[in-house]
């Protein structure tokens, strides 16, 4: 029996703590204890930046990846893998548990850590494409983490980012806000989570997390709004959750997208595949760990309450224009076709 997560070779810790400090960046990668604590030259007393946005603010994004809580300085740790953001402390966490699990991996480099400021000196940027009426990419170039796009949403109810990216600066935030600002925060899955904390703290906006994914949460914040089963964090956007990839991996409904025919944001729920046209469901694509017939009728069955045309994929050009529900139901039935052996290549021998 092997267990559903944990890796065998287990978590290499190659570096030592990147750490931000008051000053700038720099790295520390002969250290080892926990980065130093610094008196903040804007002091947040305590509380405050836990859930006073401002302070925050001018920590991350002034002095990059630092938040000051009470006068001690803690970063905004970002694994260099996942492009997902840990919880606010002095020192990073011995591992990413995220790129731990059987799901995603730790890079050939061992366990690696960065924060916003050491991105932005590296040259990091966000990149913001139109997609469709309402509907931009962001994306971060060098890429970060697993390079996911995300999806920045805006009706005439509200503005909704999925999947954020790993990174955000000043030029990225000035876009968004000049654009009109944000209502929510959300992500199909722990992979896709990126800097969703920093995102939702930027805007003072709640970011949404399936409940059944609870113990994935890296970054901890009382803006998490926790649901299950189906959310509208924007009026006429709906998440639904699908299950498959993780417990709580959800898509997220786009009524009016596509002409009015309707849009489905996907993530790892659903794959798009290289070919546009079909589309795939795995516990892990990096390790290619297939999903039961179950799950895979639960996902069908539960896309098939929808009424939508496109699918468009976590990664840059991953769309399947037309045809997504149809696309849906064929995919399905061929991969179980697949799992029960009921479909034979014609050049195998038997
Ligand atoms: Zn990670
Ligand atoms: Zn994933």
């Known amino acids: 029996m092997v267990a559903a997560t944990g890796r065998p070779d287990g978590a290499v810790d190659g570096n030592g703590p990147v750490s931000c400090l008051a000053d700038g960046w720099r790295t520390a990668r002969a250290a080892t204890g926990p980065a130093a604590v610094a008196d903040c030259a804007e002091p947040v007393r305590p509380g405050q930046a836990s859930d006073g946005r401002a302070?925050?603010?001018?920590?991350?994004?002034?002095?990059?990846?630092?938040?000051c809580e009470g006068g001690v300085e803690v970063t905004v740790w970002i694994c260099r893998t996942c492009g997902v953001e840990q919880a606010?402390?002095?020192?990073?966490?011995?591992?990413?548990?995220?790129?731990?699990?059987?799901?995603?991996?730790?890079?050939?480099?061992?366990?690696?850590?960065?924060c916003t400021d050491e991105l932005v000196a590296e040259g990091h940027r966000?990149?913001?494409?139109?997609?469709?009426?309402?509907?931009?990419?962001?994306?971060?170039?060098?890429?970060?983490?697993?390079?996911?796009r995300g999806l920045l949403l805006r009706t005439s109810e509200g503005s909704l980012l999925w999947e954020p990216p790993g990174h955000l600066d000043r030029d990225m935030v000035a876009r968004v806000r000049a654009g009109g600002g944000l209502t929510a925060v959300a992500a199909s899955h722990p992979h896709l989570v990126g800097a969703a904390v920093s995102w939702a703290r930027?805007?003072?906006?709640?970011?949404?997390?399936?409940?059944?994914?609870?113990?994935?949460?890296?970054?901890?914040?009382?803006?998490?709004?926790?649901?299950?089963?189906?959310?509208?964090?924007?009026?006429?956007?709906?998440?639904?959750?699908c299950g498959g990839h993780f417990p709580g991996s959800a898509v997220l409904h786009w009524a009016a997208g596509a002409?009015?025919?309707?849009?489905?944001?996907v993530g790892d729920t659903?794959?798009?595949?290289?070919?546009?046209?079909?589309?795939?469901f795995m516990r892990s694509y990096p390790n290619l760990i297939p999903l039961?017939?179950?799950?895979?009728?639960?996902?069908?069955?539960r896309l098939g309450e929808l009424r939508f045309d496109r699918i468009y994929g976590g990664f840059h050009g991953s769309v399947v224009d037309r045809g997504g529900a149809a696309a849906v139901r064929y995919s399905a039935d061929r991969y179980i076709g697949w799992l029960r052996d009921e479909i034979t290549d014609p050049d195998e021998v038997r």
């Open 55 to 67: 302070a925050a603010v001018r920590c991350r994004l002034g002095r990059g990846g630092a938040v």
């Open 88 to 114: 606010d402390t002095t020192a990073p966490p011995e591992r990413c548990p995220i790129c731990s699990d059987d799901r995603q991996y730790v890079g050939p480099g061992g366990q690696r850590w960065t």
């Open 126 to 148: 966000g990149l913001f494409e139109p997609l469709e009426p309402g509907l931009t990419a962001v994306r971060v170039e060098p890429r970060v983490g697993i390079g996911q």
């Open 202 to 241: 930027e805007f003072g906006v709640p970011f949404f997390f399936a409940e059944h994914d609870r113990r994935w949460l890296r970054r901890p914040d009382p803006l998490v709004r926790w649901w299950s089963g189906r959310a509208e964090p924007v009026p006429g956007l709906h998440l639904v959750q």
């Open 259 to 265: 002409d009015g025919r309707g849009a489905l944001l």
């Open 270 to 280: 659903v794959m798009v595949d290289a070919d546009l046209a079909t589309v795939s």
């Open 292 to 301: 039961p017939e179950r799950l895979v009728r639960q996902i069908a069955g």
